[in-house]
């Protein structure tokens, strides 16, 4: 007698196993260069919506003074993590997350100019959709809440960035979307939208709380602690906020751009496709 669907799904087991994460994973890149142009930045511009309104969630936490140092950083990154969460439950193109597209390359069910060329598209997008969010949060005067905390959390944040050496911003960066990729990875095992969330969470908030620098994120953050030092909010901090200026803001991003495809597509993308795909291929 044959099982019906329900019996069927019954039998499956809670999460997808990684080989077949691995392949849903190349499936998912191929899908992306079939995206036509203007669906993908859409979807692109909306990814950096969605980080950046994390991002701002976070810096309303971090503008308490009285909170103490970890509760801050761990209660903001959790704050943070609603924009990856609405990246994978809502759908949108994340340049972070899309590093895995590497996996498709390797197996050649893509070319590398696809891989670069969605990379292009989306990674303008996400800045797009970031710098919608400044605007938008600039036009609301969310830097004069909290007496002018908010503005003065944003000019730190992007001083402290800023003020980092390259080697520390490649590692920082490494490390950031290391966590983000298996946060996207752990999201393709899922099989619920609580699934989903519940991956996501922890892995960016581990990375938000431990000051690691993810690239979107800081095409927020950054222009955001200029427009609030442009616009004359008092500072109140100790950070040097000389720093913060437009050849600050691409120093940052740059470097923590390279990090973040090491991180991403090496120590994730590569390492797993060695794992399974290329096993199979053997």
Same mark, same amino acid.
């Given at each position: 007698?044959?099982?019906?669907?329900?019996?069927? *799904?019954?039998?499956?087991? @809670?999460?997808?196993?990684?080989?077949?994460?691995?392949?849903?994973?190349? *499936?998912?890149?191929?899908?992306?260069?079939?995206?036509?142009?203007?669906?993908?930045?859409?979807?692109?511009?909306?990814?950096?919506?969605?980080?950046? $309104?994390?991002?701002?969630?976070?810096?309303?936490?971090? $503008?308490?003074?009285?909170?103490?140092?970890?509760? $801050?950083?761990?209660?903001?990154?959790?704050?943070?993590?609603?924009?990856? &969460?609405?990246?994978?439950?809502? =759908?949108?193109?994340?340049?972070?997350?899309?590093?895995?597209?590497?996996?498709?390359?390797?197996?050649?069910?893509?070319?590398? =100019?696809?891989?670069?060329?969605?990379?292009?598209?989306?990674?303008?997008?996400?800045?797009?959709?970031?710098?919608?969010?400044?605007?938008?949060?600039?036009?609301?005067?969310?830097?004069?809440?909290?007496?002018?905390?908010?503005? $003065?959390?944003?000019?730190?944040?992007?001083?402290?960035? &800023?003020?980092?050496?390259?080697? !520390?911003?490649?590692?920082?960066?490494?490390?950031?979307?290391?966590?983000?990729?298996?946060? +996207?990875?752990? =999201?393709?095992?899922?099989?619920?939208? &609580? @699934?989903? &969330?519940?991956?996501?969470?922890?892995?960016?908030?581990?990375? !938000?709380?431990?000051?690691?620098?993810?690239?979107?994120? *800081?095409?927020?953050?950054?222009?955001?602690?200029? +427009?609030?030092?442009?616009?004359? +909010?008092?500072?109140?901090?100790?950070?040097?906020? @000389?720093?913060?200026?437009? =050849?600050?803001?691409?120093?940052?991003?740059?470097?923590?751009?390279?990090?973040?495809?090491?991180?991403?597509?090496?120590?994730?993308?590569?390492?797993?496709?060695?794992?399974?795909?290329?096993?199979?291929?053997?």
């Amino acid at each position: 007698m044959a099982l019906t669907d329900a019996e069927i *799904n019954a039998l499956k087991p @809670d999460c997808t196993a990684a080989a077949a994460i691995e392949a849903k994973a190349e *499936n998912v890149a191929v899908g992306k260069t079939k995206l036509e142009f203007a669906r993908c930045f859409a979807l692109a511009v909306l990814a950096g919506m969605f980080i950046a $309104s994390g991002a701002l969630f976070m810096t309303y936490v971090k $503008s308490d003074p009285a909170l103490p140092f970890a509760v $801050s950083q761990v209660f903001g990154a959790a704050m943070f993590s609603l924009g990856l &969460i609405m990246v994978i439950v809502a =759908g949108a193109e994340l340049f972070t997350g899309n590093n895995l597209m590497v996996m498709a390359a390797l197996s050649k069910k893509i070319t590398w =100019g696809q891989v670069l060329k969605n990379w292009v598209v989306v990674y303008v997008g996400n800045l797009l959709g970031s710098l919608v969010i400044v605007c938008c949060a600039f036009g609301a005067n969310c830097a004069g809440m909290n007496g002018g905390e908010v503005g $003065s959390t944003m000019m730190t944040v992007a001083a402290g960035k &800023i003020g980092l050496a390259p080697s !520390v911003i490649i590692f920082r960066g490494i490390m950031c979307n290391f966590l983000v990729c298996m946060a +996207v990875w752990m =999201g393709f095992a899922g099989r619920t939208v &609580i @699934d989903k &969330i519940f991956t996501s969470a922890f892995p960016v908030t581990a990375f !938000v709380a431990m000051g690691f620098e993810h690239c979107v994120a *800081n095409m927020f953050f950054l222009p955001m602690g200029l +427009v609030a030092k442009l616009s004359g +909010v008092a500072y109140t901090g100790t950070a040097n906020i @000389d720093l913060i200026t437009v =050849g600050g803001i691409v120093y940052n991003i740059g470097f923590a751009t390279l990090g973040n495809i090491i991180g991403g597509a090496v120590f994730v993308g590569v390492m797993y496709w060695i794992a399974y795909a290329k096993r199979k291929a053997e």
